[in-house]
């Protein structure tokens, strides 16, 4: 298989002038970002709920200690609502 006039195809490219693009300022050309009332809201209570401790130490000594002292009795009826309140 022979290809011929390639000579023609070189000349189709050659022929173009460059595309100049238009410059565009600085002014013209910006992002815009804005945060709405209740994002901001969101943000601070996370930040307010980020720094408190994971575990309230004090609830847990206040049992550990009732615990010791004989004092800390828990019904099955109580356990059994307290699992009851998290799955609604």
């Known amino acids: 298989m022979k290809i011929s006039n390639i000579g023609n195809a070189y ?3 050659s022929r173009k002038p460059a595309v100049s693009r ?6 013209e050309s910006y992002d815009n970002f804005n945060v709405s009332d209740e994002a901001r809201d969101f943000q601070t209570a996370f ?5 408190l401790p994971e575990i309230r130490e ?3 000594n ?5 615990m010791k002292n004989g004092t ?4 099955a009826e109580a356990v059994a609502e307290k699992m009851c ?4």
């Open 85 to 88: 309140s998290w799955l609604a």
């Open 58 to 60: 004090d609830k847990v």
């Open 47 to 51: 930040k307010a709920v980020s720094s």
């Open 62 to 66: 206040e049992i550990k200690e009732k």
């Open 11 to 13: 000349g189709i490219y």
């Open 72 to 75: 800390y009795n828990v019904t």
């Open 22 to 27: 238009k410059k565009t300022s600085v002014s």
